[in-house]
């Protein structure tokens, strides 16, 4: 059987350039070899921002008054990853493909009463090994100020102030997409902390192995003093080596040798979109730079010629 996944990530503004290039597909070329770009023209909007996230967060802020406070390491946006595993796709189709999808959308307006204006993008990427959809929004609660005046705050924490909220998350959107018409099963919960968004991602593209993966969770020791950094090392790699290499299920092994080689050819990807980000500052620096010489230049032209006409 197979499960109807909704998955949540946060981000601060630092991380928004990034998952727009992701997510609106603006790179040229993807070391993830999941991503097959000649398949990239299937993919399609519900939603489609017109400018980076960055803006499309400081204009909605602004035409809808948003409060809260908001500060560097706040997180401002929060991104659901919609999914299933491919064989359900496979057998549901095109058409239903893309309904479930839109049916997700709706649900996605209606929790929490978040309303359409606060998502920012919508995207489904029909270009990698499963279907899925990102779902980029605003966290907004609806409020009142100290005068008891109706106001929308930007406020990631209280969104998801409950401990149970992504059980809650879960239930809701698992009741909401049966009800649709979808044959699902509700995506379990695991009493050990759940994968990140990225790892949760890549472990639908195996599907015959996500009940078994749902309860993995390596604990890795507290970092101590540097000089106690081998030992650490050792203590990682014996945990790896006993929890996932060893087991006797073979399917498990493979999936660790794939997302092995995934998690490395994304930390590449991610290594030069920094390195590019990086030389880009650099650049725009120097530019800035040089215009200031430049300006400075002119003017000691200016006097030295003014200072020459007075002589003569």
Not at 127 to 153: M, Q, S, W
Request: aromatic content about 10%; overall charge positive; charged content about 35%.
């Amino acid at each position: 059987m197979s499960y109807a996944i909704i998955r949540n990530e946060k981000y601060k503004r630092d991380n928004l350039k990034g998952i727009y290039r992701h997510n609106e597909r603006k790179n040229k070329n993807y070391s993830n070899k999941n991503i097959d770009i000649t398949k990239s023209y299937l993919n399609y909007s519900i939603k489609s921002p017109q400018y980076s996230y960055e803006k499309e967060f400081d204009i909605i802020k602004e035409k809808y008054n948003l409060k809260g406070q908001i500060k560097t390491v706040s997180n401002i946006v929060c991104e659901y990853i919609i999914t299933s595993d491919r064989e359900f796709f496979e057998s549901i189709g095109e058409k239903e493909t893309k309904r479930y999808f839109e049916t997700a959308y709706k649900f996605v307006c209606e929790y929490k009463n978040l309303g359409e204006q606060y998502i920012l993008s919508a995207n489904v990427h029909m270009d990698e090994n499963t279907p899925h959809l990102h779902l980029v929004f605003i966290p907004v609660i609806h409020t009142t100020d100290r005068k008891g005046n109706a106001i929308d705050k930007v406020a990631c924490s209280e969104f998801w102030k409950e401990k149970d909220s992504y059980i809650q998350l879960q239930n809701a959107f698992y009741s909401y997409i049966t009800q649709n018409g979808f044959n699902l099963e509700r995506g379990k919960s695991s009493s050990k902390e759940h994968l990140s968004m990225k790892d949760y991602k890549e472990i639908t593209n195996y599907e015959k192995t996500k009940k078994t993966l749902e309860d993995i969770k390596i604990e890795l020791p507290n970092v101590p003093d540097i000089k106690h950094f081998g030992k650490l090392t050792v203590k990682r790699d014996e945990k790896i080596q006993k929890e996932i290499i060893e087991p006797k299920d073979q399917l498990i092994k493979q999936l660790y040798s794939d997302n092995k080689k995934l998690h490395c050819e994304l930390e590449k990807q991610v290594n030069l979109i920094d390195k590019a980000e990086k030389f880009e500052s650099e650049k725009q620096t120097i530019l800035q730079e040089q215009s200031k010489l430049e300006q400075k230049y002119i003017k000691l032209e200016k006097n030295y010629n003014k200072q020459t006409q007075q002589l003569d």
